[in-house]
Each structure stands twice: as structure tokens, then as C-alpha cells.
Nanobody, 124 residues
Framework: DVQLVESGGGSVQAGGSLRLSCAASGSTSAHSCMGWVRQAPGKEREGVAFVYFGGGRTYYADSVKGRFTISQDKAYDMVYLQMDSLKPVDTGMYYC??????????????????WGQGTQVTVS
């Protein structure tokens, strides 16, 4: 199994920045792909950004391209999400998600077996 712990959420004004962190522990092969999924109030979860640990390739939802940056620290099994130029529509609960290598490049959330508890991001 894989355990995921997020941190770094908070409240910020529009145009501001936040950095989310996710620490992974457990089976390395089970979290070859990691990323961030968010859920706004009353809406379904949507994939935001993912990274494949093997090659460092990154994938972004169109709504965050150019504003968010996902990065990894393989040595410490960490994934980060730098969020700049935040907008009120970015408000929501942000979850760290992890899956195996088969998940590379996919925004199909069913591929990701492991989830963190979430961290709240509020943009006003």
C-alpha cells in the first residue's frame, strides 16, 4: 500500500500563490505516477496535474496550464504543486493521488488507487 499526506493549503487572494506538498510512503512501484486532483463545492473531482516519476514527464489540465507547476523529489518521494496566478475558480479540496506506471498520462481518476486526505485551497 501507499500512504499519502498533503500539506500547504490555505487561503489566498486572487493572483496569489500557494505551494502544495505530498509525501508518499510505501510501495515505490505502486506510486510511479502521482499528481493532484481537486474538487470544488458541488462539483466532481477533476485531475489537475500529474507526473511520472520514471521520466519526469508532466501532464496538466488545460485550465491550469501556464499557472501551475508540478514537480517531484524522487529521493524523498515528494510531489509538489506550485500554484501561481490563482483564481477563485481554483477553490476546492486538493487531493494527492498515486497510481502505477499504467497511469502515466491519464486523467482517468479510477486509475489512481491511493489518495490522501486532502488539503483545502480557498481563493477569494
Amino acid at each position: 500500500d501507499v500512504q499519502l499526506v498533503e500539506s500547504g493549503g490555505g487561503s489566498v487572494q486572487a493572483g496569489g500563490s500557494l505551494r502544495l506538498s505530498c509525501a508518499a510512503s510505501g510501495s515505490t512501484s505502486a506510486h510511479s505516477c502521482m499528481g493532484w486532483v481537486r474538487q470544488a463545492p458541488g462539483k466532481e473531482r477533476e485531475g489537475v496535474a500529474f507526473v511520472y516519476f520514471g521520466g519526469g514527464r508532466t501532464y496538466y489540465a488545460d485550465s491550469v496550464k501556464g499557472r501551475f507547476t508540478i514537480s517531484q523529489d524522487k529521493a524523498y518521494d515528494m510531489v509538489y504543486l506550485q500554484m501561481d496566478s490563482l483564481k477563485p475558480v481554483d477553490t476546492g479540496m486538493y487531493y494527492c493521488a498515486a497510481g502505477g506506471v499504467i497511469c502515466e498520462g491519464t486523467f482517468y481518476l479510477g486509475c489512481y488507487r491511493f489518495w490522501g486526505q486532502g488539503t483545502q485551497v480557498t481563493v477569494s
